[in-house]
């Protein structure tokens, strides 16, 4: 095969970009040319093992999915400029001197590594690694399952020459340089956000030599050009340039267009999260950060990002689908129309429910972080109807979002401008609701894959094609509505979010 250089085309041919996105279910590999036009996309599905001892994730397995992803877009076409990875976070993948994978990869959800946690904490301090790492110690983290790999996988930990996560991983299968970008080291608990190194004094309580790990990066920082090897085995007829992209959800911030401190990102989703983008230099109130649990990630230019999140979201729009109307959904399904939609025209345009709906379904998330806490439906009446319990849900899972709002408010995060994007952002009568509880201005991207535009972002940029993110988002992400808090309705919600408030604490704080 003839490998061309990397360089830029002009006339009828195209340039295109690509992102490769990881998540411990699938993968996926997204094409777009230069001016914006989506090409083509693959996904391949792999499987995660859970037992009751541990949950894991199989890496060898996880780089045949993306070899095969990117086989299948290679029979379309041969020649892409630069191709962005990103992944989830904390899992990691243990390679011996030769690179060979020698473990099983521990998911955030693992169960083990608490003793681990304990140990480090006690030897370094909890206020020190939230200081210095920007996330209160837990066992999710990756330098906890190294150390549980240490001591109960001796045999195996004595031959680990290198330890990726899986963005540097797949960058280094791909370049053979191994690099890890900012926003994925924090997920490793071992990662200074401050000097943007990795923290040594953590390191050396874990008993875990600094040079097993892959040198740091900016997020969008090229690796270099795919390996002749690869290039041939994969099917490109040029070497695309290799970037490090991010954490999934830095990813979803980058491709909705923020770029500005106090802008966010409401990402709507089986769960929701609130990314908030704030300045290196402002002073911020860390003790109640930590105390609410949220992390301190590094970003971009002077700006660090927080996230916000709840465990539900769109989940309990489809519980209330299966649960509460099954037989108007499958109705729905019968007629060829989407249930929500259908649901939608039960809303009350700016009359709020009535209902206050705590949506720990799942248990609560920010910034209570109490897995133990229940879901609960209050203010029913023998007049309640299932749209109103439908809109309730609505406005539950942004009366605790505002809540969150508030928290970041009162530690000195301040939100201005939220995009929204996900499945939620589909619903103009659930923005609507969003607008008035936040009293925010509230910018729909629609169901955007906002993860997917950041690859292609960071891609163009990193190549060469844009000169920063700025200009590349004005090519490749699409604004739709506005949606503005209205006069009237916002002062009914607010009086509904003082009672919702109150809730919480009143149930479960002694």
Known sequence: MIILSTKFRR??????LA???????????????????????????????ITKEEHTIDAEVVWEGIKSVIKKITRQIQSIEAICVTSFGEASVLLDKDGT??????????????????????TVGRDYIYENTGIAPGKMYSVCKWCWQKRHKPEIWKKVKYICLFEDYIVYKLTGVRQIDYSLATRTMAFDIYSLEWDTKILDAAEIDVSMLSKVV?????????????????????????????????????????????????????????????????KIDKMLLQKSGFA???????????????????ALLKWYRDKVSPMEAKEAYENGQNPYEVYNRGVSDGEPSELLILPYFAGAGTPYMDNSA???????????????IYQGIMEGCSYEMKLNLDYLQKAGIAVEKLFATGGGANSKEWLH???????????????????????????????????????????????????????????????????????YPRLYEK
């Open 433 to 503: 609701i969003k607008a008035d509880i936040y009293d925010k201005e509230i910018i729909s991207l629609g169901a955007a894959e906002s993860g997917t535009v950041a690859c292609i972002l960071l891609a163009g940029v990193a190549c060469g094609r844009f000169r920063n993110l700025e200009e590349a988002s004005k090519v490749f992400i699409t604004y739709r509505d506005t949606y503005f808090p209205r006069k009237g309705v916002k002062e009914k919600y607010k009086k509904l979010f003082d009672q919702y408030r109150m809730i």
């Open 218 to 282: 900016p997020i969008g920082a090229k690796a270099g050009n795919m390996s002749l090897q690869i290039t041939e085995e994969l099917g490109f007829m040029n070497r695309p340039v290799i970037v490090s992209g991010c954490h999934d959800q830095i990813a979803a911030a980058i491709g909705s267009g923020v770029f500005n401190e106090r802008h966010g990102v409401d990402g709507t989703g089986t769960v929701e999260c609130i990314t908030v983008a704030f300045s290196k230099g402002q």
């Open 374 to 388: 229940k879901g609960i439906i209050a203010g029913l009446t023998m007049d309640t109807s299932k749209e109103k």
């Open 101 to 122: 994978v020698l473990d099983k990869s521990y998911l955030f959800t693992d169960p083990n590594g608490q003793e681990e946690c304990d140990e480090i904490t006690a």
């Open 11 to 16: 006339g009828s041919d195209k340039l295109y």
């Open 296 to 314: 301190i990630v590094p970003y971009m230019k002077d700006l660090f990002v927080t996230y916000a999140f709840s465990y539900t979201g769109g």
């Open 19 to 49: 992102g490769i996105d990881i998540g411990t279910t699938g993968c996926k590999c997204s094409v777009y040319d230069d001016e914006g036009n989506f090409f083509m996309e693959e996904y391949e599905e792999y499987r995660i093992h």
